[in-house]
């Protein structure tokens, strides 16, 4: 009887001690956890190189792209303009530092500038709208273009030009 009671007492003390052991590890566990959560969550700081923006190419002669211009007031071809294009340029520079120039008339409305490379352009126009009443029919306007590729390409642009004169 005594091995018994021994035994029972071995069997409430060895559930006793496993309970004690089950919380325990209950509570390690949950530590545990949280240790490898901030582990995980300190430690996995990711750094981000400064990507530098890839610089255009600014733009002029020696490639394979055409820009065909066609200057227009009220999307009417002028009679005549000059038609000026500045290299590498995005607003409009002062008139006498053109790159290349144009003309156009009635029977050949369209200004072409060929073998351009990749970058910005700046178009100008400056011409005549025969429509209008002389004195106030001379009309100009610009744009910047930007070539975006290498390619062998034409690109049509229609440079719609006017003058606050006639307006009034």
């Known amino acids: 009887m005594a091995g018994y009671i021994l035994c029972k007492r071995f069997f409430i003390n060895w559930g006793l001690i496993t309970n004690i052991l089950l919380e325990n590890m209950r509570i390690s566990h949950k530590i545990l956890g949280v240790l490898a959560a901030a582990a995980i969550l300190t430690g996995c700081v990711r750094e981000s190189e400064i990507i530098e923006p890839e610089v255009l190419p600014a733009g002029g002669l020696g490639g394979k792209a055409t820009l065909k211009v066609t200057p227009q007031h009220h999307k009417v071809n002028l009679g005549t303009a000059v038609v000026y294009i500045?290299?590498?340029?995005?607003?409009?520079?002062?008139?006498?530092?053109?790159?290349?120039?144009?003309?156009?008339?009635?029977?050949?409305?369209?200004?072409?500038?060929?073998?351009?490379?990749?970058?910005?352009?700046?178009?100008?126009?400056?011409?005549?709208?025969?429509?209008?009443?002389?004195?106030?029919?001379?009309?100009?306007?610009?744009?910047?273009?930007?070539?975006?590729?290498?390619?062998?390409?034409?690109?049509?642009?229609?440079?719609?030009?006017?003058n606050p004169i006639h307006h009034k």
């Open 86 to 162: 500045y290299y590498a340029e995005k607003t409009m520079p002062p008139l006498d530092s053109f790159d290349a120039t144009d003309t156009v008339n009635a029977a050949d409305p369209t200004a072409v500038f060929e073998g351009l490379t990749q970058g910005d352009y700046y178009i100008y126009a400056k011409g005549t709208d025969y429509s209008l009443e002389q004195g106030k029919d001379e009309v100009m306007g610009g744009a910047h273009f930007r070539v975006i590729d290498t390619l062998e390409k034409t690109y049509d642009l229609y440079l719609q030009t006017d």
